[in-house]
């Protein structure tokens, strides 16, 4: 086994049980911040001014469209399946995650946004695979 193939099943492991690395990692922990984080953006409203409620909600809502956009923009610098990381598609769709705190706070947004993004990111991820069985043929 050379050192590139080792490397490679390393990365693979990683991916697959832990935060993982590079653009794995990047993912996961966007998910893991943006999507818990409306717990303590609803304390924050609950504590501030009522005046203040709605720019606290406005800065979450901008947060989870940025989390969004980060997935499209890890998508695009990726585009290919087979150019992937190693379950990079999968943390592709978990995007989707964002349906709930956006369901939560009602930003409708969100909520088309998320569940659409996940339907894309595996449409695409059956069309690559159609493509493939048909070159083969």
Known sequence: MDL?????IVEAEAARTGIGTGPNRRLRLTLFIGMPLFLPVLG?????PKS???????V??????GCLLHYVWVFAKYPRHASRPPYLTRDLA?????F???LFFGFW?????APAWALFVGIAY??????GRNDHR
């Open 4 to 8: 590139y193939s080792a490397q490679r």
């Open 44 to 48: 924050i409203m609950i504590l501030v």
């Open 52 to 58: 203040l409620m709605n720019d606290v909600l406005y």
């Open 60 to 65: 979450y809502e901008a947060g989870i469209v």
């Open 94 to 98: 978990m995007g989707g995650g964002f």
């Open 100 to 102: 709930l705190p956006s």
């Open 109 to 113: 947004p969100g909520m088309i946004a």
């Open 126 to 131: 059956a069309v690559e695979l159609t493509r």
